[in-house]
């Protein structure tokens, strides 16, 4: 019952480890636990419930976000923003009311800059995403709405995502630059719309190179 869970700001070499986070009641990115120009910090063995985002990554690199349990988030329950470099392991992702996780550039804000191309070589692994909301549109609630670059998602689990599992996603600014991505080794279990959906997008050099190899899809209707 706190109006956010914490700021890390120009702050690095920080460990936040076994806490549990639990009703942030603000609107928007203040309700997370969030780094805004902060390396080399390590998030592990938290839990964290109830936010409007529950952890946000802006400008923020180099960062280990491992071994935690995030639950309920009105918005999403990781949010990484033009932040790169950063180790994603062994998470378990629950949001029956939203979207589990997004990544993308900055197009502006309060605390974010314009900077576009910026959100590189990110990796999701050894993951479970589950039960995200259901939409009638591929866009939203998915288990991660990914874009960036050359980010590799690797041996993660995703099931029962009813917003759809992985959507490779393009759109104004945030998200105009998706490439290079390696996504291989994920189980796709009986999510709802799709394992894995591709963009409609037009413009081949911003949005291209995207491989997927070696999942196992069983079950997605």
Do not use: E, M, P, W
């Given at each position: 019952n706190v109006v956010g869970f914490g700021r890390l700001e120009d702050a690095s070499?920080?460990?936040?480890?076994?806490?549990?986070?639990?009703?942030a009641t603000n609107t928007g990115t203040t309700s997370a636990l969030k780094?805004?120009?902060?390396a080399n910090n390590k998030i592990v063995d938290n839990v964290l419930d109830d936010g409007n985002d529950n952890v946000v990554l802006i400008e923020s690199n180099k960062n280990l976000i491992q071994g935690n349990r995030f639950t309920k988030a009105r918005h999403s329950l990781l949010s990484i923003r033009c932040s790169s470099f950063n180790i994603i392991r062994n998470n378990f992702f629950d949001n029956r009311i939203q979207k589990a996780g997004e990544i993308y550039d900055c197009e502006g804000g309060s605390d974010a800059p314009y900077k576009l191309d910026a959100t590189k070589r990110n990796i999701f692994e050894?993951?479970?995403?589950a039960y995200t909301l259901g939409s009638d549109r591929?866009?939203?609630?998915?288990?991660?709405?990914?874009?960036?670059q050359d980010g590799i998602v690797r041996g993660n689990v995703f099931?029962?995502?009813?917003?759809g599992a992985l959507g490779f996603q393009v759109y104004s600014d945030e998200a105009l630059y998706n490439h290079g991505h390696r996504?291989?080794?994920?189980?796709?279990?009986?999510?709802?719309?799709?394992?894995?959906s591709s963009a409609a997008a037009t413009d081949a050099s911003?949005?291209?190179?995207?491989?997927?190899?070696?999942?196992?899809?069983?079950k997605n209707t």
């Open positions: 070499n920080i460990t936040i480890r076994n806490n549990k986070f639990s009703v780094l805004v120009r902060s050894s993951n479970t995403f591929d866009y939203r609630y998915n288990g991660i709405q990914y874009s960036g099931y029962d995502n009813q917003g996504i291989y080794h994920n189980t796709f279990y009986a999510n709802r719309c799709f394992g894995v911003r949005y291209f190179d995207n491989q997927v190899k070696n999942n196992l899809f069983y």
